[in-house]
């Protein structure tokens, strides 16, 4: 069992910058790929950014360029670095677990975190 705890947000102003982070309980962080969702009022969960074992990326089309996923094995711990926040980008923000290798659909993962609110304004 993984369990994940989400931090970080809040409320940023259009065009400003944020880092949520996950911290994960468990002894073998290494093995897991982990990934970033969102989900926006009255909208589907939707894929964010995943990071490997080896810290191979994937980026949805939405946020590349601006947001930057990376993780400390040591600490056990995966952040979601923002840049040049648009207000499209307000969602409650995810991060999630599975074995080994990235995935971008939310059936794919075992272990979600409760999630932390992200507001951008305009």
């Known amino acids: 069992q993984v369990q994940l705890a989400e931090s970080g947000g809040g409320l940023v102003q259009a065009g400003g910058s944020l880092t949520l982070s996950c911290a994960a309980s468990t002894r073998t962080f290494s093995n897991y790929a982990m990934g970033w969702f969102r989900q926006a009022p009255g909208k589907e969960r939707e894929f964010v950014g995943a990071?490997?074992?080896?810290?191979?990326?994937v980026y949805a089309d939405s946020v590349k360029g601006r947001f930057t996923i990376f993780r400390d094995n040591a600490k056990n711990t995966v952040s979601l670095s923002m840049n040049s926040l648009k207000p499209e980008d307000t969602a409650v923000y995810y991060c999630?677990?599975?074995?080994?290798?990235?995935?971008?659909?939310?059936?794919?993962?075992?272990?979600w975190g409760q999630g932390t609110q992200v507001t951008v304004s305009s």
């Open positions: 999630a677990a599975r074995l080994f290798n990235i995935a971008t659909i939310t059936s794919n993962y075992n272990y």
């Open positions: 990071i490997n074992s080896r810290s191979n990326t």
